[in-house]
T-cell receptor, first 118, second 116 residues
Framework: AQKITQTQPGMFVQEKEAVTLDCTYDTSDPSYGLFWYKQPSSGEMIFLIYQGSYDQQNATEGRYSLNFQKARKSANLVISASQLGDSAMYFCAMREGSTTDSWGKFQFGAGTQVVVTP | GAVVSQHPSWVICKSGTSVKIECRSLDFQATTMFWYRQFPKQSLMLMATSNEGSKATYEQGVEKDKFLINHASLTLSTLTVTSAHPEDSSFYIC????????????FGDGTRLSIL
């Protein structure tokens, strides 16, 4: 079963506007981490932001913020003041933490392609 | 700078050739590294977990004899695609994780493998 769901395959956003990328997850593990990565066309995976399941506050990193709604199992990424360089594929990922088998493994969503226009 | 180095970044070779891809953690020790495969416009799919000093753990559906993984030191894991065929053409990317539970995985820059 799909554990990470990103329902937006692609979206356009105008420069300087904010954009929200959706991510929902499914787990019964009480300990987990949620991550967002950016993958430009060159292929490298760039870490953006992390939210732990026990974190009380929403994570923020510069122009990136994570809207963490635990009860709804959602972890949406908000990019404020979009820049042309933000055009890339964005992946939401989850790492479950309680069992040895799952330790360290990432499960990725299908990704959302963001295109920032002038 | 990059904390995980992956080499080579791009390989083109003939069908039947074996190709080795290296993944190195540059400034930390990684007892565990991960290998992913990514087809165009698709997500990353975990292939296997590479454990230093022991056998790799493969995900369901991944052929162990096809994708040989060796993790001989705390900073190096290698993935060898044996007798590669055109269907093995893909983007392969490794990652390594530091000990702290809230540390993100650090990814290599990936290897684009094209089998002719």
């Amino acid at each position: 079963a799909q554990k990470i769901t990103q329902t937006q395959p692609g979206m356009f956003v105008q420069e300087k506007e904010a954009v929200t990328l959706d991510c929902t997850y499914d787990t019964s593990d009480p300990s987990y981490g949620l991550f967002w990565y950016k993958q430009p066309s060159s292929g490298e995976m760039i870490f953006l932001i992390y939210q732990g399941s026990y974190d009380q506050q929403n994570a923020t990193e510069g122009r990136y913020s994570l809207n963490f709604q635990k009860a709804r199992k959602s972890a949406n990424l908000v990019i404020s003041a979009s820049q042309l360089g933000d055009s890339a594929m964005y992946f939401c990922a989850m790492r479950e933490g309680s069992t040895t088998d799952s330790w360290g493994k990432f499960q990725f969503g299908a990704g959302t392609q963001v295109v920032v226009t002038p | 700078g990059a904390v995980v180095s992956q080499h080579p970044s791009w390989v083109i070779c003939k069908s039947g050739t074996s190709v080795k891809i290296e993944c190195r953690s540059l400034d930390f020790q990684a007892t565990t590294m991960f290998w992913y495969r990514q087809f165009p416009k698709q997500s990353l799919m975990l292939m296997a977990t590479s454990n230093e000093g022991s056998k790799a753990t493969y995900e369901q559906g991944v052929e162990k004899d096809k994708f040989l993984i060796n993790h001989a030191s705390l900073t190096l894991s290698t993935l060898t695609v044996t007798s590669a065929h055109p269907e093995d053409s893909s983007f392969y990317i490794c990652s390594a994780r530091q000990i702290s539970s809230n540390q993100p995985q650090h990814f290599g820059d990936g290897t684009r493998l094209s089998i002719l």
